[in-house]
């Protein structure tokens, strides 16, 4: 028979993001690597739909393929290194770079300073990339594409691909606290055993590539937000009528423009979900700590 545990250890918090879409308006390849090729985005995405249409490929590996293919086709070395300095160049929406010290800040000042919250990254993007973007530090782990690379630290093939429906397993490692690949997630874990209950995760990403990932979180008892690019324009308008389709469906509990400044209607919804979720883990301590006093 199992011990009951004899600690609460269901205090932290996780805000789960994507990227492209998210935090940065544009595909992060677009601020980087394809510029440094000297390649036109619109093309190369066009070349990526085509080919893996054809090959009946996965389009995340056939871009993975194409910007080796297309770098070496011009005699360009893009290894580990350059990448991550290639990171320097991304771009984010108003007030991401102060977004994180204001989250952390409320959930210190709201949660007695004994719940605590973390910031992950589940992207189909590149993780080589992310390692060298300005606000990587705030992250307590990124889970990214990442690229196998020989002895020249010349990118061959894929070490690691995530596509959507992939993007859920490290739902699942966070929620467990099996965040290394070492770790086997397929074992039976007691809901009580796990560091980060479904109910204390808010996931945030921006449309239909996000939707197994806001639907597990939903279905689990968590919290999800699509965010839609600010503005009027016909980009714009296409990501905030994605977002309706979403809250439509109930695959999200709020959307809101991508707009991470202090008042904006994003920081609002985020801390009204903060604020439940902190509520909810007062109250599982305090039954956690009534149980135990009467040995139960």
């Known amino acids: 028979m199992t011990q009951p545990r004899k600690k609460f250890i269901q205090n932290t918090i996780a805000l789960v993001y994507d ?3 998210t935090l940065s308006p544009q595909p992060m390849q677009e601020y980087t690597v394809l510029p440094k090729i000297g390649i036109d985005p619109a093309g190369f995405w066009g070349e990526v739909n085509k080919q893996s249409q054809e090959l009946g490929e996965e389009p995340m590996l056939t871009y993975m393929r194409l910007l080796i293919e297309k770098a070496e086709s011009k005699g360009l070395h893009i290894g580990r290194k350059e990448f991550k300095a290639l990171g320097k160049d991304v771009q984010f929406f108003d007030g991401v770079s102060d977004w994180f010290k204001r989250v952390n800040g409320y959930v210190a000042k709201y949660g007695n300073g004994y719940i605590k919250v973390r910031h992950y990254i589940i992207s189909a993007g590149l993780k080589e990339i992310l390692e060298g973007v300005s606000i990587n530090k705030h992250f307590e782990n990124v889970f990214a594409s990442e690229y196998h690379y020989n002895h020249h630290d010349a990118a061959t093939f894929p070490k690691l691909l995530i596509t959507d429906t992939t993007k859920t397993q490290f739902l699942f490692r966070i929620n467990k606290g099996k965040e290394s690949l070492k ?4 074992q039976h874990m007691p809901h009580e055993d796990r560091p980060i209950p479904f109910e204390n995760m808010i996931y945030i990403g921006d449309g239909e590539t996000d939707v197994p990932s806001m639907a597990l979180t939903r279905q689990n008892g968590g919290n999800s937000i699509a965010v839609y690019k600010p503005g009027r324009g016909g980009r714009e308008k296409k990501t905030l009528d994605t977002c309706k389709k979403l809250l439509k469906a109930g695959r999200v ?7 991470y400044a202090e008042n904006s209607e994003l920081e609002r919804r985020v801390q009204l979900l903060l604020k439940s979720i902190i509520a909810k883990i007062e109250y599982e301590k305090e039954l956690f700590d009534c149980r135990k006093k009467h040995g139960i």
């Open 19 to 21: 990227f492209d879409g």
């Open 253 to 259: 509990n709020f959307i809101a423009p991508a707009n």
């Open 183 to 186: 770790e086997s997630i397929n």
